[in-house]
């Protein structure tokens, strides 16, 4: 692994068990990023370092489905802010949330016609979630222009329409419930993300 992979090591965010993904897929591998993005100057390191991919977008906004991904559009907005940039030309960065199993805008937040958008998460299993905030936006009016992550562990080459950059790809396998060898071997599982609890 690069540096980024070291930090997540490092940070103990890459778990090994038997996990309930937010995608509803189960694996023996985890990355917990809240115990990277707990540490302030991580965060900001990571935040420029996804920025960089997108530094000549023109981005006016950066989104994140809530919760994973609130620190991370912070960060990547805090720096593709144009220096001295008065509050009114500020890069925005918000959040969408589920209500009644979709994505919403809420607390005031409002995407206007064509404002140039970045879809930002923590990390990307399937691409679910990306998905369904590529969708908010576009109903809103916003035009896409890309869309980031920290870590892509989908195995696969995914596609959005957009370009896509992370700064860590993990090769992990997932599998549905009714194929998972764990459950199989009756090992115990976790469900460590935020869409299950209650």
Do not use: K
């Amino acid at each position: 692994m690069d540096d980024i992979g070291r930090i997540f090591r490092e940070a103990g965010a890459l778990l090994e068990g038997h996990f309930r993904l937010s995608s509803g897929l189960h694996s023996r591998h985890y990355i917990q990023c809240a115990l990277v993005l707990q540490y302030p100057r991580i965060a900001t390191h990571l935040g420029a370092r996804l920025a960089e991919a997108f530094a000549d977008e023109l981005i006016e906004t950066v989104i994140a489905p809530a919760i994973g991904g609130i620190i991370v559009a912070h960060e990547v907005a805090r720096h593709l802010q144009a220096p001295h940039a008065t509050d009114s030309a500020q890069v925005r960065a918000i959040f969408a949330e589920r209500e009644a199993g979709r994505f919403v805008l809420r607390r005031g937040f409002a995407i206007a016609p064509s404002e140039r958008v970045l879809v930002v998460e923590d990390v990307i299993t399937t691409g679910r979630s990306t998905r369904e905030v590529i969708e908010l936006v576009r109903d809103a009016g916003g035009q896409v222009v890309g869309v980031g992550a920290l870590v892509d562990r989908s195995g696969t080459a995914l596609y959005f329409g957009v370009p896509l950059r992370t700064l860590l790809q993990l090769e992990w396998p997932t599998y549905p419930p009714d194929e998972c060898p764990l459950c199989a071997a009756g090992v115990p599982i976790v469900t460590p993300g935020s869409r299950y609890v209650a």
